[in-house]
């Protein structure tokens, strides 16, 4: 009992120290005033989010399905129902515009046609739901005065360190 006391008050005794030093000083610390070269949060915009969260998975599941690599498309697809997501929490609002409805509108539909043509490994039908899904992309550009923005289906791979071949 008593070396439990003992290590008790030797634990405790720095930090009561230290309380009673934090008390005997007459003014609290001040944060430090920012200066201008501190660092300023970066908030992404639409175009940021667009061009590095959806148009390259866009490319992924385009590409994943040209090498018939189902497990990849279904990967890229849940991928870009994830970022779609993770858009619409950070900016729910464009041009006035709500972004869930928009998201709903261009890309419910093809997001779930490419789903069941994954499910089914059939190539015709994941290229007409993946068409579907570049026209919906353009559809809701158009809608938001950016009729310049124009996907299509990816032709190259631009991500020379991935194999989209599959794996066994």
């Known amino acids: 009992m008593h070396r439990r006391l003992v290590l008790v008050s030797a ?8 309380g ?5 000083s007459e003014t609290a610390p001040q944060p430090a005033a920012p200066t201008s070269n501190a660092p300023v949060p ?19 599941l385009g590409l994943a399905a040209q090498a018939e ?16 997501a993770g858009i619409i929490k950070a900016q729910p609002r464009f041009r006035g515009m ?12 093809p997001l779930d046609a490419l789903d069941a043509a994954i ?7 994941f290229v007409s739901a993946y068409d579907q899904l570049t026209q919906g992309c353009n559809a809701c550009h158009t809608s938001l005065n950016h009729p310049y923005v124009v996907i ?17």
């Open 152 to 168: 299509k289906t990816p032709d190259a791979s631009v991500f020379p360190n991935q194999d989209f071949g599959t794996r066994h």
């Open 98 to 109: 709500p972004v869930t409805e928009l998201v709903e509108a261009a890309m419910s539909r």
């Open 69 to 84: 690599n189902w497990a990849l498309a279904n990967y890229a697809l849940v991928e870009i129902r994830q970022a779609f």
């Open 20 to 24: 009673l030093g934090a008390g005997l």
């Open 119 to 125: 499910k089914q490994q059939d190539k015709q039908k």
């Open 42 to 60: 970066y908030a992404l915009t639409m175009g940021d989010m667009m061009n590095t969260l959806i148009q390259p998975r866009h490319t992924k």
């Open 11 to 18: 634990l405790a005794a720095p930090l009561i120290a230290a």
